[in-house]
Structure formats: structure tokens, C-alpha cells
């Protein structure tokens, strides 16, 4: 079975500093591994994927993620957060084995203060 | 513009009357999955579809029907909803439904059953 585990509930950063969403996985074959965003009352917006490659992937509106395949984790991070970054994460897996879903962790609340 | 449109958005009904969540993606996806999404459980998948003709269970599938007669449409049906069906519900589509296709979401729909 694949799992995500996002380990914090909440992450609380202030604008300018970086910030990190941390996620690890679990599957049973080759990973590839997703961060959504949601803003309130809107849809997931898709910002970044790794499928294969660099370990570091960069996406929309300035974020990043690094793959670590010992540490089974794809944290995702940003430079110097901004309070517009303000939204609910989440990381997600799927297998090259041929299972459909897409596995979601809990998500993690980001909140930038000014 | 591409987009998966989910309709309605907010809805209120009672206990045991039918309804009908429509879905529509103008992207000629081949696969479209149904997710709900409540608090601290993250996105679990209830139905998906690999193309026309083609559905399956999600992760939970029970209460819940899907059809998938035409490419770009695929309704949630709940035949007989309960409280605990309360949810945020997405639809969701991508190319194929194999590992590395990003799933892009709708909106999102409110269903709150009294």
C-alpha cells in the first residue's frame, strides 16, 4: 500500500523568511510525487511534480521540492515566503506499478505573517 | 481554457434523496476520478475511470454510484445520502490514469446532508 505522511499540522513562518512543508512516502515501487495547493473555498492548484531526474524540482509561484529517495521524503520549499503564500498543502503519491490513485497526506496549513 | 467544471457548488439536502454531482473536463482527459476531502484525512479517492465504459472503486467507494458514458462527463451519484457523506467532494481528470499524468482538480463541491 503507498502512504503520505505530512507531520505538521500547521507551519508558521514570517514573510521574507523560508519557509519548508515537510512530506514523506511510502510505495512499493519507482515514486512519483505531487504538491497541491489550496486556497480557501477554491480547488487544488497543481505546483510541482518529480517523476524522474534532478532531485530538485521547481514549480509555480516560486516553489521547490527536493526528492531524497534514502530519507523517502520530497519536502517542499520556498526561499522567502510571502503572506499571499498563505494556503493548505498537500503532498501526494503515486507507484509506477500501475495502481490509479493518487495517495493524499492530511495537508499542512501554511501561515506567513507580515 | 482548460478546466474540470463541477456542479453545483454548494449544496444542502436531506437524508435519502438522490442526487446528482455533475462533472465535465474540456481537456479530452481519458481518465477522471471522484475524491472527498475531510478535515485531517487529506483527499481519498472514491471512484475513478480509465476511459469510456471504464469505472472503478476508489478507496470509498460505499453510498456513492459514477458513470462514465461520454469522455469529458462523469457524474457522482448518491442514491440514497447520508450524514456522514458530508463532505467537500473533487473531481478530478488527467491524460492517462498512469504515475507521472499530473490530476488536475475542479473546484470543488459542498455537499452538506441534514
Known amino acids: 500500500a503507498q502512504s503520505v505522511a505530512q507531520p505538521e499540522d500547521q507551519v508558521n513562518v514570517a514573510e521574507g523568511n523560508p519557509l519548508t512543508v515537510k512530506c514523506t512516502y511510502s510505495v512499493s515501487g519507482n515514486p512519483y510525487l505531487f504538491w497541491y495547493v489550496q486556497y480557501p473555498n477554491r480547488g487544488l492548484q497543481f505546483l510541482l511534480k518529480?517523476?524522474?531526474?534532478?532531485?530538485l524540482v521547481k514549480g509555480s509561484y516560486g516553489f521547490e521540492a527536493e526528492f531524497n529517495k534514502s530519507q523517502t521524503s520530497f519536502h517542499l520549499k520556498k526561499p522567502s515566503a510571502l503572506v499571499s503564500d498563505s494556503a493548505l498543502y498537500f503532498c501526494?503519491?503515486?507507484?509506477?506499478?500501475?495502481?490509479?490513485?493518487?495517495?493524499f497526506g492530511s495537508g499542512t496549513r501554511l501561515q506567513v505573517q507580515p | 481554457e482548460a478546466q474540470v467544471t463541477q456542479n453545483p457548488r454548494y449544496l444542502i439536502t436531506v437524508t435519502g434523496k438522490k442526487l446528482t454531482v455533475t462533472c465535465s473536463q474540456n481537456m479530452n482527459h481519458e481518465y477522471m476520478s471522484w475524491y472527498r476531502q475531510d478535515p485531517g484525512l487529506g483527499l481519498r479517492q472514491i471512484y475513478y475511470s480509465m476511459n469510456v465504459e471504464v469505472t472503478d472503486k476508489g478507496d470509498v467507494p460505499e453510498g456513492y454510484k459514477v458513470s462514465r458514458k461520454e469522455k469529458r462527463n462523469f457524474p457522482l451519484i448518491l442514491e440514497s445520502p447520508s450524514p456522514n457523506q458530508t463532505s467537500l467532494y473533487f473531481c478530478?481528470?488527467?491524460?492517462?490514469?498512469?504515475?507521472?499524468?499530473?490530476?488536475?482538480f475542479g473546484e470543488g463541491s459542498w455537499l452538506t446532508v441534514v
Open positions: 501526494a503519491v503515486r507507484d509506477d506499478t500501475g495502481r490509479r490513485a493518487l495517495t
Open positions: 518529480y517523476i524522474t531526474g534532478d532531485n
Open positions: 478530478a481528470s488527467s491524460l492517462s490514469g498512469y504515475g507521472r499524468n499530473t490530476i488536475y
